[in-house]
């Protein structure tokens, strides 16, 4: 459903501004935008085929930073670059780790988990 909207979105975007309409359409997103925008990329494609001039988007490009692929990719990724950061022959230096900011305390905690319950073993 998002593609689809967010294709009628587009179409009704450049019928509002046309002045827009003949320069080149390029897109970026990061993280969740690794999972919609190639569906949205695939609707503009496919119906760039066959609509009439007037809705044509002249889609040229993409770029995606840092993307969300699926769940078991993303978290070995994360898991691993944690690792490789913060962790040395299967300890964890806590000393001022709470103090981060954001969230990352809570990963830490949860890597932490990971270790002490021998669930993670580096993989070599």
Known sequence: ML????YTFLVNWFKRFPQYKSHEFYISGESYAGHYFPQLFEVIFDKNMYVPKKEYINFKGFMIGNALMDDETDQKG????AWELTLSDFRLNTK??????????IFMNF?????QSNKY???C
Do not use: A, F, N, Q
């Open 3 to 6: 593609p689809k909207d967010s």
């Open 78 to 81: 994360m898991i691993d670059y």
């Open 96 to 105: 001022g780790y709470g103090k981060m900011p954001g969230y990352e305390h």
């Open 111 to 115: 890597l932490l988990s990971l270790v």
């Open 121 to 123: 073993e580096k993989h």
